[in-house]
């Protein structure tokens, strides 16, 4: 059975920082992927970054590259995302999910393809 459970998230001044975990367990990066995804209030699901097996390589979206980095433990069951340089459009819940183990050294920011969630940690950023 498969859990995610993310937590970290809370209330920060623009161009701070805060660190995001996502705790998986009955999944590690030997089986597939994780990433990194947030819903704003009225807004679509966006692919925020996201972590492969195999070589662990990581992708980002466009408005978090230069910004946010993500990262693994060695036991690759905690997922981290160190977010920097935070801006009030930063403000969402973000959730962390995982799957595709069929897809090594590559992950996409798409949140049809991963099979399990979390519950979702809010973010918000005041100006």
């Known amino acids: 059975d498969v859990q995610l459970q993310a937590s970290g998230g809370g209330l920060v001044q623009a161009g701070g920082s805060l660190r995001l975990s996502c705790a998986a367990s009955?999944?590690?990066?030997?089986?597939?992927?994780i990433a990194w995804l947030r819903q704003a209030p009225g807004k679509e699901r966006e692919g925020v970054s996201c972590i492969s097996s195999g070589d662990h390589s990581a992708l980002y979206g466009d408005s978090v590259k230069g910004r946010f980095n993500i990262s693994s433990d060695n036991a690759k069951t905690t997922i981290y995302l160190q977010m920097n340089g935070l801006k009030p459009e930063d403000t969402a819940v973000y959730y962390c999910?995982?799957?595709?183990?069929?897809?090594?050294?590559?992950?996409?920011?798409?949140?049809?393809?991963?099979?399990?969630w979390g519950q979702g940690t809010q973010l918000t950023v005041s100006s």
């Open positions: 999910a995982a799957g595709l183990e069929w897809l090594v050294n590559s992950c996409p920011l798409w949140d049809y393809e991963y099979n399990y």
């Open positions: 009955g999944f590690t990066l030997d089986d597939g992927a």
